[in-house]
């Protein structure tokens, strides 16, 4: 039986409160959703993992094998959608940042995970309405950064460089999503934050330097990667996470739409980068503030 969710802090690093939705704000895939998320949660505590990459690599391990869906948190309306059974690149992401950031707070509640769920995907951490979520990745690191809740690490590699883009790849497309078609209103709310991104600059690592053991020793498992690409108007167009071996061999953990589930990819990440036929370009690389 669900109950009303509570408001819940935001990450000690902000002395603002969110508030997170109410159930009735709430999407859910199944009425298993928060007993699952509870028990998840309080195997992270007994854990005593204490970093938070340790806990994102902890929880990506508990979530192999989910199934990949795409577009669950698209609906008539938008609301703070909760599934941990069905999961895509970002999903994937979303949910292992809230898993991680109530463990790091102590807590073991699903009400604590809607918090911080809500915080992590909206801009500002309130959910509005679709314009409200944060679509792009760049955006998303710049919100969130901000908040203390990402912080980006990808200039500080070895061999990082910058690449100038601008983003708008929603609104010149917009009949390919749902919420955008026939929406004149709705796709200039979207269209006045890709004004902000005009001629982005953001860092980037070309994918050609993965196999560089100076770049492997500073990555980290647990840490949030996206696949930079070359598709016009577009930033990132996958994310992962890195797992790295007792080799030190790094490798992209997902949830793989060609593999259908979160898996391990079975190449390096740089042979798989080189042997993906896709647009991408190189990497970002992302981490939890602590």
């Known amino acids: 039986m669900m109950v009303l969710a509570v408001a819940c802090s935001m990450p000690w690093h902000s002395q603002q409160e969110a508030q997170a939705a109410s ?19 309080q195997d992270g505590l007994a854990s005593r993992l204490k970093t938070a990459n340790e806990l994102v690599a902890y929880y990506a391990d508990r979530l192999l094998g989910t199934p990949y869906v795409a577009h669950t948190l698209e609906g008539d309306e938008e609301r703070l959608t909760i599934n941990i059974d069905e999961l895509d690149c970002t999903t994937f992401i979303e949910t292992l940042y809230a898993l991680t950031r109530t463990t790091l707070t102590g807590r073991y509640s699903w009400r604590d995970y809607a918090a911080n769920l809500e ?15 944060l679509h792009y990745i760049s955006d998303w690191i710049v919100n969130n950064h901000a908040r203390g ?11 990082a460089t910058y690449m100038v883009k601008t983003i708008d790849f929603m609104t010149q497309h917009k009949d390919s999503y749902r919420s955008l078609k ?13 004004m902000g991104y005009r001629n982005h600059r953001m860092p ?24 930079v690409t070359k598709v016009e108007g577009l930033d990132i167009s996958h994310l992962g996470i890195i797992h790295k071996d007792d080799k030190g061999e790094i490798y992209l953990l997902d949830a793989s739409m060609s593999g259908g589930k ?3 990819e079975k190449k390096n990440l740089r042979d798989h980068l080189s042997g993906n036929k896709s647009t991408c370009l190189g990497i970002r690389v992302f981490r939890i503030m602590e």
């Open 262 to 264: 979160v898996m391990l």
């Open 23 to 41: 159930v009735q704000q709430m999407r859910f895939h199944c009425d298993q959703d928060t007993l699952r998320i509870n028990q998840l949660l």
């Open 119 to 133: 915080n992590l995907r909206y801009r500002d951490g309130q959910m509005g309405d679709y314009s409200s979520r």
């Open 149 to 159: 809740n990402l912080v980006e690490v990808t200039a500080d590699l070895p061999h």
């Open 182 to 194: 026939g929406d004149s209103a709705m796709v200039e709310k979207i269209r006045r934050f890709e």
């Open 204 to 227: 980037y690592l070309k994918k050609s330097w993965l196999g560089d053991k100076a770049v492997k020793a500073a990555l980290r498992s647990g840490d949030f990667v996206g696949l």
